[in-house]
């Protein structure tokens, strides 16, 4: 009897027999003869539309099929059952011994073809097998279904592909990569690589969205069949942050090259500015004891002259280091403009077009008017040297306000905010990438040799950067260049200061200086030049003799003129000392190039007096009897009567 309960005897095999007649029945029943350690369990319906209805209802193991039916009607029945249950194995069990039959029902899905009254004994056996090779199918479909849901959950772009390239599977990342390309049953026409060579390929998505993907493939089966397992793995976001590290580290060394550089350029203009000191302060003490038509005069003035120009390099070599002296104040650019127009046009020949575009309400500047000087001078050379056959030069200035986005398009790490800019454009031969790249190097030029010094650029560059600017080059070989240079506006008062103390300038004296300097040249220099102009000199290689001399010292030392950093003791630490053992003690502070010692950032304080080397000895008399004369200014002040 059927029970008609919906369930799988886990113990045995459950078999549904489409059978009319009921001793057949028996015949099967007897000999499918018992297995207690897997029996079979055996129901039976008359026809086939009954037992599609007992499938639909019930779970079954195999189906045993009767064709003591019609032979006409074995692919319909076959075909019906399979179209209910396509997962149930089917043996046809008949009367007629027909290979062509047997044939038929095989093709049809049949899984066996048994003959009654031949094939009894073999019944159980074909059961066995039939539903042993169907759990076992069944298993293989469920791996793959497991398969399909992993592959399907993937972020990545994964196809599996026949031999012949037809697509057999692709995820919902892939048909969103790929579009219709990858229809079940299309071929893949996309390149793809070997195994185990990955490929980076750009896809422009069916979005029209371009995005850099990571190919790879290995080879597998897929039910059954050789194929290839492909994915794509979108790498857009990897190759961008892989290109910013790339110019962040671009960035870095080349920070740190022009920090090297710049710190060689400044050494050695500190070291080159004593011998310059020597150099002319000697020159300068010989001229003065000769008349001009002497025959040597005119052989000192020329090596006067050649230290001076040694003396505008070393300068130059300061500004890009950043440690030049600066003193600034508030400068209208459109004014510094108008007022070198006259000396611009010298500079540039008549077959170049000087082109003048000034924006009116510039906003302020604050920087050494010197400086703006040589910044401009430089840019307008430089565009003038890169056109040798005329041309166009426009100067243009303007007000703008950067965001960080736009030095980030730039690979520059700068501060946001408002500036002040200055274009130099010129119409000339323009630059290759490898010549931008090395521009504000010192000493970098195109040019033919003994036609520059390679320092315009790097001039231009220290001071735009101590000014906390930036500078900026667009060019294109044969398209000319652009200079820009951002300089920021300054929040200062525009407003006039109050007027300050006329100071006497003395050509000579009479009071006491001490000099310290560690450089034996320089310090043989300054006290010649300081005795013959009248003063009473003492002097010391360092700190601590210096100590030691104004401990021995019995009378009143006036003046401190000391070099800024010396080995042990810095002339800021020194002043200090002997201010207290000399009050009124004035300080005059003197070096090759400057450091945040005496200032910060390059700006001398205004309570500090500076010298820069190289100075004549008539620079340093004057400089010492300012300082010497505001001293004096500043006691009368102190005891002039209150009230």
């Known amino acids: 009897m059927i029970d008609g309960v919906n369930h799988k005897d886990e113990q045995g ?17 007897s000999a499918l003869g018992s297995d207690r350690n897997r029996p079979i ?8 539309p009954e037992a599609i209805h007992m499938l639909q209802e019930n779970s079954f193991d195999l189906v045993l099929l009767d064709l003591g039916i019609p032979q006409d009607r074995c692919e319909p029945s076959l075909l019906q059952l399979h179209a209910t249950v396509p997962h149930i194995p089917v043996i046809v069990l008949t009367n007629t011994d027909d290979p062509s039959l047997s044939e038929r029902c095989i093709k049809a899905g049949a899984s066996d073809y048994l003959v009654k009254g031949r094939s009894e004994s073999f019944i159980a056996r074909a059961i066995y097998s039939a539903a042993t090779r169907a759990a076992m199918r069944k298993a293989v479909d469920a791996s793959y279904e497991n398969i399909r849901r992993i592959l399907a959950d993937s972020h990545d772009a994964i196809l599996v ?16 990569l790929f579009g219709d390309e990858v229809a079940e049953g299309q071929r893949f026409t996309r390149p793809i690589p070997g195994q185990g060579y990955p490929l980076e390929s750009e896809v422009v998505r069916p979005d029209q969205e371009k995005v850099v993907v990571e190919v790879r493939v290995s080879e597998t089966v897929w039910y059954q069949a050789p194929a290839r397992l492909v994915s794509f793995r979108d790498v857009t976001e990897r190759k961008r942050m892989e290109e910013e590290r790339q110019k962040l580290e671009q960035r870095l060394q080349q920070s740190r090259k022009m920090e090297a550089i710049g710190t060689l350029a400044g050494g050695v203009a500190h070291d080159f500015n004593n011998l310059l000191t020597t150099i002319l302060g000697h020159a300068d003490l010989a001229l003065s004891e000769l008349r001009p038509h002497d025959p040597l005069y005119e052989d000192l003035m020329e090596i006067k002259r050649a230290g001076e120009k040694a003396a505008g390099l070393t300068r130059q070599l300061l500004s890009f280091s950043r440690k030049e002296t600066r003193s600034p104040q508030l400068l209208d650019l459109n004014t510094v403009l108008r007022d070198m127009h006259k000396m611009l046009r010298r500079l540039v020949p008549e077959d170049i077009e000087l082109v003048v575009d000034l924006q009116e309400n510039l906003w302020p500047l604050y920087m050494d008017p010197s400086q703006m000087d040589q910044v401009i001078i430089n840019l307008v050379v430089n565009a003038r040297d890169a056109m040798p056959d005329g041309g166009t030069l426009t100067i243009e200035t303007t007000n703008v306000e950067l965001d960080r986005a736009y030095f980030k398009d730039r690979g520059l790490e700068e501060e946001p ?50 000014n906390r600017g930036y500078v900026w080059a667009y060019s294109e ?11 920021p506006r300054t929040s200062r008062d525009t407003g006039e200061g109050g007027g300050s103390d006329l100071v006497l300038v003395r050509p000579t004296g009479s009071e006491t200086v001490l000099v310290v300097e560690d450089n034996d040249a320089v310090r043989k220099l300054t006290t010649a030049a300081l005795r013959r102009f009248g003063y009473r000199v003492l002097d010391a290689p360092n700190g601590e003799e210096a100590l030691d001399v104004a401990r021995a010292f019995r009378g009143h030392i006036h003046l ?5 950093i010396m080995p042990g003791m810095s002339g800021k630490a020194l002043s ?13 502070y003197m070096s090759g190039y400057t450091e945040n010692v005496i200032m910060r950032k390059g700006v001398v304080p205004r309570d500090i007096h500076y ?6 000895p008539a620079a340093l008399a004057r400089k010492v009897g300012e300082v010497l004369e505001l001293g004096i200014q500043s006691a009368r002040r102190e005891q002039a009567p209150t009230g």
Not at 560 to 564: A, N, Q, R, S, Y
Not at 576 to 588: E, M
């Open 41 to 48: 369990r055996l129901d039976m319906v008359p026809s086939v």
């Open 477 to 487: 070989p044969g398209h000319g260049t652009t200079m820009k240079v951002y300089l």
């Open 560 to 564: 401190l003129l000391t070099d800024v």
């Open 161 to 176: 592909l026949a031999q012949d390239r037809t697509v057999q599977f692709a995820n919902d990342a892939a048909h969103a």
């Open 611 to 616: 010298i820069q080397k190289p100075f004549s």
């Open 417 to 466: 905010g408002k500036f002040v800019l200055l274009a130099v454009t010129d119409t000339g031969v323009g630059m290759t990438e490898a010549v931008r790249s090395r521009m504000f190097e010192p000493f970098f030029t195109t040019k033919s040799r003994g036609t520059g010094t390679g320092l315009g650029l790097a001039t231009v560059f220290g001071i735009v950067k101590q």
């Open 13 to 29: 095999i459950r078999v549904l027999l489409v059978e009319e007649n009921p001793d057949d029945e028996e015949r099967v029943r």
């Open 576 to 588: 200090a000392r002997l201010g207290a053992w000399h009050p009124g003690l004035r300080t005059l």
